[in-house]
């Protein structure tokens, strides 16, 4: 399992960057540190228990790759495509994501807790038990995805297709909801705790 440590400069409570041992701030030269970490990201296929935390990623191919156990922990995503990759325990949380593509993705058991998600495709994906609490979702489709026991709850949802989808308890208590087509979708399965839909 990935550990998120802080970084070892004296007195510093940021968050390490990646696995190195110091945060981006106390780092010689943190853009040598995220281009290699880049570099093995898309070299390599497999990926388990690794942290990738706080790093930037821009116009970045990841697509057909596995993750099991790994964390994303406060990463900016930015037209990044994850097609037909397979994610399972991995941690989005507290991430800015925009313009990327998940579509046809795994991501049984995901965290996207308190991310800013805005023009980001899940089309056609495995969205089972996956934490969205306390996010912001803006401009996006999860359309003909399954998406099973995950959990919305508080957060702030806007201008998103969950068209022809399973939602058998989706939890969306709490959320704020506005223009979100539900068209072909359970709707009667999902939770909303008694709140009209």
Excluded: W
């Excluded at 969306?172 to 709140?195: H, M, P, T, V």
């Amino acid at each position: 399992m990935f550990i998120l440590k802080k970084c070892s400069h004296e007195e510093c409570e940021s968050l390490c960057l990646a696995e190195e041992p110091y945060c981006p701030e106390h780092l010689a030269d943190p853009k040598v540190v995220e281009r290699r970490i880049l570099e093995e990201l898309i070299s390599g296929k497999d990926f388990r228990g690794r942290s990738f935390s706080l790093i930037n990623f821009e116009d970045t191919d990841l697509s057909g790759k596995n993750f099991e156990n790994c964390s994303f922990s406060h990463c900016s995503f930015n037209r990044v495509d994850f097609s037909g990759t397979r994610f399972n325990l991995t941690f989005f949380d507290f991430c800015d994501i925009e313009e990327t593509i998940f579509k046809g993705c795994d991501l049984t058991n995901t965290v996207f807790a308190g991310a800013r998600i805005n023009k980001t495709i899940y089309k056609g994906s495995e969205i089972v038990n996956c934490n969205f609490n306390g996010s912001e979702i803006l401009n996006s489709d999860f359309s003909d995805s399954d998406l099973y026991l995950s959990r919305f709850v508080n957060s702030n949802l806007a201008k998103l297709d969950f068209v022809d989808c399973n939602l058998k308890r989706t939890d969306f208590s709490g959320s704020d909801r506005k223009q979100i087509k539900f068209k072909y979708s359970n709707i009667e399965e999902a939770l909303f705790k008694g709140e009209d839909r």
